[in-house]
């Protein structure tokens, strides 16, 4: 089995006819083309052609780039400050808050449950390798949740223990997203009155991650935070989790980011000089755009098989829907967790309205340390599952996965399957890579901007004016 990141359209051949197939294939190496050239162009200094705009490619060189940073300069370089901080951070504090919202959060989650212990946050400091929990917020205006955090962070709690103490990433490129900006006021507050003696020490348990302009930079020089990384302007929010926004929180987890950094600088390598038979990235792009135009299937049902991979379809999610949902076009996004969503969606999906293209996500089956179905005695047989008794638990979710294959393509509906060798940093980052450079290219190939979000923007907008009573 190759190391990379696999994509198979077998189960969808059907519906690939031959002759549409192919020059919606050339039409995705022509769109490959453009996204490659916009990084020349976004690197040129010439002015950027008002088609073009916003033009965020800075994510496709990203990774690469880092990684010769950090072999050049090495403790100096943006990765090697990013690890120091977060080295420091982590020894001091024994709960990270990350605060954030869209691609300042969903990068971070998905790295964390994906990568971490399934039960992180119950484990004790020592079973965490000294690793600090991790709560998310900033990402809602949720009142019983910010105040049920505030009470789990300082009830009764001592900020001398480390067990105890917390300290707070607060991450926005703009700076001046409204959910992040009262979360961090909030959590400011009372990280101040928990550090009440110490205020320098509460001082250095804030690292803000923002643009290089805007009101959280301007707040951050005035605090004199020791810290603030910087979210490049030339890498959109939901391009962003290679930049401090995904790596800092991964680094303070202790996900190996130089792997995750390898990971994605070769998913790159690969989407700009492979076949289009070794490039899943253009083959997830045809395949999907085929189905969408010539088969209507028009909602993406990202199926991820296992816990661990939910939150890299919210991700993705966010990712599709934001990049190409414009121009009253788009395929619609849906992530499922299988088998969890057999006994809920999966009717749906086998008989009902036939617009859902499902791309399973998975991590090839590895039955080293696995759970196995144990044996009762023939008295406790009741439940019939001794004839299964041994069977590693991935057995019976690959077992899962074929029959629903099989029973999908039985009344012809497509799938189609989006493999991972292992689940670790490496191919995670390659698959987060893989994702962001098909989306652009489905972009491209639509002629829809990818870049951009401005019904998003109008929101905000709408919110401000309301709130302000303007
Ligand atoms: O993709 C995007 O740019 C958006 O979803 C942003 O990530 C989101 O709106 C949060 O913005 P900011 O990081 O500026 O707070």
Not at 132 to 147: I, K
Not at 222 to 230: A, D, E, K, N, S
Request: net charge negative; charged share 20%; proline share 4%.
């Amino acid at each position: 089995m190759s190391n990379q990141v696999r994509y198979s359209a077998t189960a969808a051949a059907a519906q690939l006819q031959a002759g549409h197939f192919d020059h919606v294939r050339e039409n995705v190496l022509a769109a490959r083309d453009e996204v490659i050239a916009d990084v020349a162009l976004a690197n040129s200094g010439e002015p950027i052609p008002k088609e073009k705009q916003p033009l965020d490619a800075g994510f496709i060189e990203l990774p690469q780039d880092l990684l010769a940073d950090l072999d050049a300069q090495g403790g100096d370089s943006l990765l090697g400050r990013i690890q120091t901080a977060a080295n420091a951070f982590a020894a001091q504090v024994d709960r990270m808050l990350v605060l954030g919202i869209g691609g300042s959060y969903m990068g971070a989650r998905a790295l964390f449950e994906a990568l971490c212990h399934p039960y992180h946050n119950e484990l004790p400091r020592a079973q965490r390798n000294g690793v600090p929990r991790l709560s998310f917020e900033g990402n809602n205006v949720d009142s019983d949740a910010v105040s049920g955090l505030l009470d789990l962070i300082t009830t009764g709690k001592n900020s001398a223990e480390i067990s105890d103490r917390w300290g707070i990433v607060v991450i926005s490129k703009s700076g001046g997203t409204l959910e992040t900006a009262v979360a961090f006021r909030l959590f400011r507050e009372a990280l101040e009155n928990f550090y009440g003696n110490n205020a320098a020490e509460a001082t250095q348990l804030v690292i803000p991650v923002t643009g290089e302009t805007g009101k959280l930079r301007d707040f951050s020089k005035q605090r004199g935070y020791p810290v603030t990384f910087p979210i490049p302007d030339g890498v959109g929010g939901r391009f962003s989790v290679f930049t401090a926004v995904g790596l800092l929180p991964a680094a303070v987890l202790g996900i190996d980011i130089r792997q995750l950094l390898q990971g994605a600088a070769d998913a790159t390598e690969s989407f700009r000089t492979a076949d289009y038979d070794d490039n899943p990235a253009l083959q997830y792009t045809a395949v999907s755009h085929h189905l969408e135009v010539e088969h209507g299937l028009n909602i993406r049902v990202l199926s991820t098989w296992g816990k661990r991979l939910e939150a890299i379809g919210l991700w993705y999610d966010q990712l599709l829907a934001e990049s190409l949902g414009k121009d009253n076009r788009g395929a619609t996004p849906l992530t499922g967790v299988n088998t969890r969503d057999l006994h809920s969606r999966g009717q749906q999906h086998q008989e009902g309205t036939l617009d859902k293209l499902i791309t399973n996500l998975y991590v090839a089956r590895d039955d080293s340390g696995a759970v196995r179905v144990p044996s009762a005695g023939d008295d406790w047989n009741q439940d019939d599952l001794n004839k299964y008794a041994g069977k590693p638990l991935p057995e019976v979710l690959e077992a899962a996965l074929q029959g629903t294959n099989q029973a999908y393509a039985d009344v012809n509906r497509p799938t189609t399957d989006l493999v991972l060798p292992k689940l670790d940093a490496y191919h995670i980052g390659a698959l987060l890579q893989i994702l962001m450079l098909a989306t652009v290219t489905e972009g491209r190939l639509l002629k829809i901007n990818p870049y951009g979000q401005p019904g998003v923007e109008d929101y905000k907008r709408n919110m401000n004016a309301i709130l302000s009573g303007d």
